[in-house]
């Protein structure tokens, strides 16, 4: 038997114009917890799925135990021996542990056979590694560790050698997740491989034994966990990007426009993604919200603008209740001065089918001025969008195309268009350059900054940190749901990293 | 969503593919014919003759497009907002009720243009009526609207059924209709339109509710393109997601567009009963509920082209029934199987030919041929 | 008294049995294919094409059985058809049911009229190529036993083979969803297909077979409105069936068990309906034959509203399958 567990050798593979995986090396020891890190996007989940077979690589090497293979379907990747454990469960909620564990792996057209082999095989994992489940319980029943734990259970069961956890804290609690490194621990110390995927730096630390960093889909360095340090990982993570240039003069900040006091939201499955979040934004300035995906900022910018219901906690407009928690409807916070360019374009902001000008008036299709009679004033709207087209440089300038078939740039100036020329009093803009070519990212920028100078309140949510530092006056940074630190936009890219990163400042300090 | 977003032009989506979709529907069509030992050419002139080879035929023809007409525009208000209304039967049945119910007690002494206001308004609102329990169990308990308004076809029919044989069969009666609404309850016939054009025939039963139709098509074009609502309606239909972003109110809409929708389709009552039978009678909607289906899939859910393709399906019945003359082996039920082909190329395949269509016009002009990665993206 | 006698009177529960038997079939075909997560509209027109194979079939060759084969096979052929469209070309699902029941409900009428020339029906079956009642043993012998006697020799003694059929394919269908490694999958694919498809199973192919079981079980039924119930086919003669059948899978929650019970409820309102008719009910009066018709679908909307329980359909139902990430 190889020492090596997983060989990758010069895996590439592009989405469309989106290189996901470039030239790709790694390699993974036998028996150890081999931890691979980067930010959303970076390629790490790309890089995983290649090796349960999910996708084919464009080109590269895949070598498991020394030996040369090829994976084109889970079934090749669970026959040498790799289980996943996915980010998102694939368990069968109506079902229960025992059939969860042994849909796929029978082992025999009747199931009794199959059910007490599961039932004696589950007991034996159980003692050996402590991974203790009621084997009949039904999973929609179970908490989200447990149903990680079934997961892991099934990988298990199928003989996996090599385990790959993709984000697998990102649903646990710190309780939780502090368990699932014990089990972790102890799977190593049976001699199974396994491979972390996480953002997060903390965990690195604390279970691996080297870490892998990706940044743009190019793994830009290789560590032994106990040579390196949080500081030296955050910085390989984000990169020493030049800073995009903007010119901005000082920020002029006057009343406060929109103010958020012990905000919490949860999710349809109960889950909390925003946890008691204040702050405040004023007239004339830029919030920043720093974060990694998925730390509940999506969430906590719904709740703001009427879309999705908070549990508990208030906002205000303008020194007025937003409603957050029952009355808010986003059309009448529209009259009252909110303007809103959602993450979600394509789903949210857009109605892609739509003809260029249908969408200039998604929101505001009630407004007066685009009504006359029992109708819509079709050349009122026609008008005000070849207006907004010529100002904000949309291409191709024809408001009769239809939407889907704009740039993403373009489109995204549709979106800021429309929210912008209403003259909100507050914008609230998510992801403002997600897709967008780098010549709209200007533009899009110096609208930003223009509207702040002309004294609206800005609260602008990215996962693009050059973007956040470039843009805001103010930075709050959020993980798991709370907002963990507010900085200047002086801070530096590590400190900030580690922010993201779940690293409180004074143990990075220390 | 499941298919990639290629680009093609947009002669080639809305023209091209639906007609690659028809025309091999026709073909399988042709196949049966062949099957039962006819030349399905010949079936073809045989079928366009008997529509409009004649005044009479073209007055025939109109007569039948007049009820797809209503029902294809009901199915097709409903797919704007992302709804299957497969209930356009039931309501155009039970709304039968709005036609009669009126034309029973006025026709004795009002004039027949106030009697038809009436009943227009009865049959819009009992067909209405008819879509709202659906809906509303759609928009506020989750309902699945397809099942529900299958279940109100059938409890519709039970209930025309019941109030045919008992209240509303005139005394001594044996058969399940109503009595024969007198002068004020007959609309006038459009033999003038069709001389109009030179044709001088026995007459048909081509009436009023034709022009009525034409009327109610602009009217939806201009309700779904050219009002809030339409707006708002497509919108929703499109993307729930934008829809919630732009504050319009899902279960509100929900129950407006099936009401509209059920109404379109409980128009298609005036034409059959004030048109031509002068009674309700039992099963007097023939399946034109589901023919709107059809009409609705291949006229792409646009009055542009729900008309002629209601006058497709016009001509289909017209002229099938022209046909089993000459074939004793081709009945009315070809239409059916050609309807139901038509449902399956133009609706559930309507993406199996996109691929090759695809494939073929990037070779012909490779640079016009970019894969949006933007739109092919997640969700 | 006269009253019960009529409504609990074995002739009913008789004409109960016949009359669910079909409805039974569908509905368990119907199940097949939801379980799955392919929603089925088109129950009715694979029945319709099956009753129609089979008579025609049973005809010309004089045998029952191949009769049967004929209606499993032209069934088969609508089923694979919805596969085609809505699991290989992930078209919308209700369109394609929509679809299958005007083409089976023309097609048995065009070709009909062109095989046999009888304005669309198929010839009367010979009683040979009809799956008649069967005599099951010591039926008469046992008759005249009180209380046992009528029930084994009357009620249960004296179906078609296919009703026997149906009601067995109950207890086999729980045993095959819920004791084989096809029924896990097949139920597992229903809610969640992507963690089928992550344990190696190919969901197109399980979706496949589950479609196709649905023909098989929906020629069945047909087969038996035309060559037992009937000795022959006519036009329209599933008679919205296919409809009631579906209605019954959603009042059973897609269980096997609570799906006979649902047909036979069904079943039983239409058997009462019919001795019922012109006749008074105590403290009721009149009760219109129709009410009694309309009453399945009813039922099945209040269910749906959510008023009796919840109907909660496989969570999968309805939507193609995409590979996602």
């Given at each position: 038997m190889s020492e090596t567990a997983i060989e990758l050798i010069g895996i590439n593979k592009s989405f469309g114009a989106v290189h996901a995986n470039r030239d790709i090396h790694l390699e993974v020891p036998r028996g150890t917890i081999h931890g691979i890190i980067g930010e959303n996007g970076a390629g790490k989940s790309t890089l995983m799925s290649i090796l349960y077979g999910f996708y084919q690589a464009d080109s590269g090497?895949?070598?498991?135990?020394?030996?040369?293979?090829?994976?084109?379907?889970?079934?090749?990747?669970?026959?040498?021996?790799?289980?996943?454990?996915h980010q998102h469960f694939m368990l069968v909620e109506n079902f229960t542990v025992l059939e969860n564990v042994m849909l796929g792996a029978e082992n025999a057209a009747l199931l009794a056979g199959g059910i007490s082999d599961a039932r004696a095989e589950l007991d034996r994992l159980e003692k050996e590694y402590g991974l203790e489940v009621d084997p009949d319980a039904v999973i929609e029943e179970l908490p989200v560790g447990l149903q990680q734990r079934v997961e892991i259970l099934k990988a298990l069961y199928r003989g996996a050698e090599i385990l790959i956890l993709d984000e697998p804290t990102g649903v646990l609690t710190p309780a939780e997740a502090n368990h699932l490194f014990r089990i972790l621990r102890q799977l190593k110390e049976q001699g199974k491989t396994i491979v972390l995927i996480t953002h997060k730096l903390r965990e690195i630390m604390a279970v691996t034994d080297n870490v892998s960093v990706m940044r743009q889909g190019t793994m830009v360095a290789t560590r032994k966990t106990a040579e390196t340090t949080v500081e030296e990982l955050a910085e390989l993570m984000v990169g020493r990007r030049v800073l995009l240039r903007v010119e901005k003069g000082e920020a002029n900040p006057g009343d406060v426009m929109l103010s958020v006091e012990g905000l919490t939201v949860r999710d349809s499955r109960g889950v909390t993604m925003v946890d008691d979040v204040s702050f405040n934004v004023r007239a004339g300035e830029i919030v920043g919200i720093a974060g990694v995906a998925g730390n509940g900022q999506s969430q906590l910018i719904e709740a703001i603008t009427g879309i999705?219901?908070?549990l508990s906690g208030t906002a205000l407009l303008d020194g007025q209740p937003i409603g957050v928690t029952g009355s808010a409807d986003p059309n009448e916070l529209r009259g009252r001065g909110?303007?809103?360019?959602?993450?979600?374009?394509?789903?949210?902001?857009?109605?892609?089918?739509?003809e260029e000008y249908e969408n200039s008036i998604l929101g505001y299709h009630d407004d007066k001025r685009y009504i006359s009679g029992p109708f819509l004033d079709m050349d009122a709207i026609r008008d005000d969008a070849r207006v907004k087209i010529g100002k904000y440089d949309i291409r191709p300038d024809n408001c009769r195309l239809k939407t889907a078939n704009f740039s993403g740039g373009n489109q995204q100036k549709i979106v800021l268009a429309r929210e912008m020329e209403r003259d909100p009093s507050v914008l609230v803009v998510a992801q403002p350059t997600r897709g967008v070519d780098v010549g709209a990212i200007e533009f899009i920028h110096k609208r930003i900054i223009e509207m702040r100078d002309q004294g609206k309140a800005v609260l602008l949510v990215s996962v693009e940190l050059d973007e956040i530092r470039s843009l805001s006056d103010r930075i709050l940074v959020m993980f798991a749901g709370r907002v963990v630190g507010e900085r200047t936009p002086e801070a530096t890219e590590g400190e900030l990293g580690l922010l993201m990163a779940g690293v409180e400042s004074q143990e990075a300090a220390e | 969503m499941a298919t990639p977003y290629a680009k093609l032009p947009a002669w080639v989506d809305f023209g091209l593919i639906p007609f690659i979709n028809l025309l091999v529907a026709f073909i399988v069509a042709g196949m049966v014919v062949l099957l039962v030992g006819e030349s399905p050419l010949h079936a073809a002139t045989l079928m366009v003759k008997g529509a409009f080879g004649s005044g009479e035929g073209v007055g025939y023809t109109l007569f039948y497009a007049t009820n797809f007409i209503f029902t294809g525009l009901a199915v097709a208000v409903a797919f704007h907002c992302g709804l299957f209304n497969i209930g356009g039967e039931g309501q155009a049945y039970i709304a039968g009720l709005g036609v009669a119910v009126p034309c029973l007690m006025l026709?004795?002494?009002?004039?027949?243009?106030?009697?038809?206001?009436?009943?227009?308004?009865?049959?819009?609102?009992?067909?209405?009526?008819?879509?709202?329990?659906?809906?509303?169990?759609?928009?506020?308990?989750?309902?699945?609207?397809?099942?529900?308004?299958?279940?109100?076809n059938f409890i519709a029919s039970s209930v025309m059924v019941y109030l045919l044989v008992g209240a509303l069969k005139p005394k001594g009666s044996m058969a399940p209709q109503t009595r024969t609404f007198l002068e004020g309850g007959h609309l006038p016939k459009l033999d003038w339109l069709l001389e109009l054009f030179g044709a001088s025939i026995r007459s048909t039963p081509l009436n009023v509710t034709f022009l009525l139709a034409l009327v109610a098509s602009a009217v939806v074009w201009a309700l779904v393109w050219r009002t809030k609502l339409g707006y708002e309606i497509r919108t929703l239909g499109f993307s729930p997601k934008a829809a919630r972003y732009a504050g319009i109110n899902e279960a509100k809409i929900i129950v407006i567009t099936m009401m509209i929708s059920g109404a379109l389709a409980g128009m298609m009552a005036l034409n059959p009963i004030m048109g031509d039978q002068h009674r309700l009678q039992l099963d007097?909607?023939?399946?034109?509920?589901?023919?709107?289906?059809?009409?609705?899939?291949?006229?792409?859910?646009?009055?542009?082209?729900?008309?002629?393709?209601?006058?497709?399906?016009?001509?289909?019945?017209?002229?099938?029934?022209?046909?089993?003359?000459?074939?004793?082996?081709?009945?009315?039920?070809?239409i059916v199987i050609i309807q139901g082909l038509v449902i399956l190329f133009a609706g559930a395949l309507e993406h199996m030919l996109r691929p090759t269509v695809s494939t073929l016009f990037a070779s012909m002009k490779p640079s016009s041929m970019t894969v949006d990665g933007a739109v092919a993206g997640d969700n | 008294m006269e009253f019960f006698g009529l409504i609990f009177g074995l002739n009913v529960f008789d004409s109960m049995l016949r009359v669910s038997a079909p409805l039974l079939l569908a509905c368990l075909a119907g199940l097949y294919s939801e379980r799955s997560g392919v929603f089925d509209i088109g129950l009715e027109g694979k029945m319709l094409a099956g009753a129609f194979a089979g008579a025609s079939a049973g005809y010309v060759s004089g045998s029952a059985w191949i009769g049967l084969l004929a209606a499993i096979a032209a069934s088969v052929f609508l089923a694979l058809v919805h596969g085609f469209a809505s699991i290989t070309h992930r078209g919308n699902q209700i369109v394609s049911g929509v679809a299958i029941n005007f083409i089976a409900a023309g097609s048995g009428v065009i070709l009909g009229q062109a095989w046999f020339r009888q304005g669309g029906r198929t010839p009367s079956l010979p009683n040979e190529a009809r799956f008649n009642a069967i005599d099951l043993p010591f039926a008469t012998a046992i008759s005249d036993v009180p209380f046992i006697g009528p029930i084994y020799s009357g009620l249960i003694s004296g179906h078609s083979i296919l009703v026997y059929f149906a009601f067995a394919m109950v207890p086999i269908t729980w045993w095959i969803l819920f004791r084989t490694r096809?029924?896990?999958?097949?139920?597992?694919?229903?809610?969640?297909?992507?963690?089928?498809?992550?344990?190696?199973?190919?969901?197109?192919?399980?979706?496949?077979?589950?479609?196709?079981?649905?023909?098989?079980?929906?020629?069945?039924?047909?087969?038996?409105?035309s060559m037992a119930q009937n000795a022959g086919f006519v036009k329209d003669m599933s008679a919205g069936r296919g409809f009631i059948a579906l209605a019954a899978l959603i009042f059973a929650k897609w269980r096997p068990l609570n799906a006979m019970f649902a047909c036979l409820l069904f079943g039983y309102l239409d058997a009462v309906a019919i001795v019922l008719q012109g006749k008074e009910i105590p403290f009721v009066g009149h009760v219109p034959v129709q009410v009694f018709q309309a009453l399945p679908y009813v039922l099945t909307v209040i269910l749906l509203a959510g008023f009796i329980g919840k109907a909660i359909p496989p969570k999968a139902g309805g939507v193609p399958y995409v590979k996602e990430r």
């Open positions: 090497e895949i070598r498991i135990d020394g030996k040369t293979v090829t994976i084109h379907t889970p079934n090749d990747a669970i026959a040498f021996g790799i289980g996943m454990v999705r219901k908070a909110m303007a809103h360019v959602p993450e979600d374009r394509h789903h949210m902001g857009l109605v892609l089918p739509f | 026709d004795s002494f009002l004039p027949w243009p106030v009697v038809f206001l009436v009943a227009i308004l009865g049959s819009a609102a009992i067909g209405a009526a008819w879509a709202f329990i659906p809906a509303y169990l759609q928009a506020r308990r989750g309902s699945h609207i397809v099942i529900t308004t299958i279940m109100f007097f909607v023939t399946g034109a509920g589901f023919v709107g289906i059809a009409v609705a899939l291949m006229g792409r859910s646009h009055p542009a082209g729900i008309i002629p393709a209601a006058i497709l399906f016009g001509m289909l019945y017209q002229g099938g029934a022209e046909i089993s003359f000459e074939m004793p082996n081709i009945s009315r039920d070809m | 096809f029924g896990l999958r097949l139920r597992a694919v229903g809610e969640n297909p992507a963690a089928v498809d992550t344990a190696g199973i190919s969901v197109i192919w399980l979706r496949y077979r589950a479609v196709i079981i649905c023909g098989a079980l929906c020629g069945v039924a047909g087969a038996y409105l």
